[in-house]
């Protein structure tokens, strides 16, 4: 849903920047021939200011994609931040994988490889006969009754609060479309909402599995990686999701 509403903002976002362009280049050249009216003057220095704030979110929107931290947006580097996305882009594109069979190129086959990869990788192994006896830990290693009610205690709003402004707010976001920056600007709107969401979870009564949703990425160790091994898999997961373990750490 907020990608769709992403989508189409996106769209009436590049329309209004086309439709205020041409209105600019009109009067602009109009002025290279006659003096422009008070009204004319007046459009051309709102067309200006409104450019420049599309040009601006345009600019943020290629240094998020970049994912290039040393530079700050405002200095016009939308064409550096925009080499960059597209660099990182082509680095990490799986154009084929080597299967049973040899090397795979379409899609279709390229996905099967990896998820048989991680099936495999991770399939259910019979547990071992060991087992730790009940003396194995210490008295002293063992967590105390002070330290399991503090363990076990119910989510306070600041210490969620603090590990949601602790992330990097611009990295990028899951299948949700939400980075942190969203939750950091309108904390004061859904926190109660996100407290509540804590609330629940710690009485065991919330569905986990409406949240844990993920988007695996894989990042080649090697240059031209074509095998399963020689890549990195990262998983970009809701950031609703991602709360829950930063408040655990």
């Known amino acids: 849903m907020v990608r769709g509403w992403v989508a189409n903002e996106v769209a009436a976002l590049n329309k209004e920047n086309a439709n205020l362009a041409l209105e600019y280049n009109f009067l602009d050249k109009e002025a290279e021939s006659r ?8 459009r051309l220095d709102e067309i200006t200011k409104e450019l420049d704030k599309i040009w601006a979110l345009e600019e943020i ?3 998020q994609r970049s994912r290039d931290r040393n530079l700050l947006e405002g200095d016009k580097n939308t064409a550096y931040f925009q080499a960059v996305a597209n660099y990182r ?13 040899g090397l795979v190129h379409d899609q279709a086959g390229i996905m099967k490889i990896a998820l048989d990869f991680y099936k495999d990788l991770f399939a259910r192994e019979e547990r071992g006969d060991l087992i730790l006896g009940r003396d194995f830990w210490a008295a002293s290693d063992l967590v105390s009754e002070e330290e399991n009610k503090i363990l076990c205690a ?3 709003e600041d210490e ?33 909402d996100i407290v509540r969401m804590f609330q629940d979870f710690h009485k065991g009564e919330l569905s986990l599995r409406r949240l844990n949703f ?10 031209n990686a ?14 609703s999701f ?8």
């Open 89 to 101: 882009s082509r680095k990490k594109r799986v154009d084929s994988l080597m299967g049973p069979q």
């Open 226 to 239: 074509n095998n399963m091994k020689f890549f990195r898999s990262i998983s970009l997961i809701n950031f």
């Open 160 to 192: 969620i609060k603090d590990a949601i402004f602790s992330c990097y707010a611009e990295g990028a976001p899951g299948p949700d479309g939400l980075p942190f920056l969203f939750y950091e600007n309108f904390w004061d709107l859904i926190k109660h």
């Open 214 to 223: 993920a988007m695996l990425t894989l990042i080649p160790k090697v240059d």
């Open 154 to 156: 119910p989510f306070s």
């Open 61 to 63: 929107k290629a240094r």
């Open 242 to 249: 991602k709360i829950f373990s930063k408040v655990f750490t």
């Open 35 to 42: 003096l422009l009216d008070d009204s004319e003057c007046k």
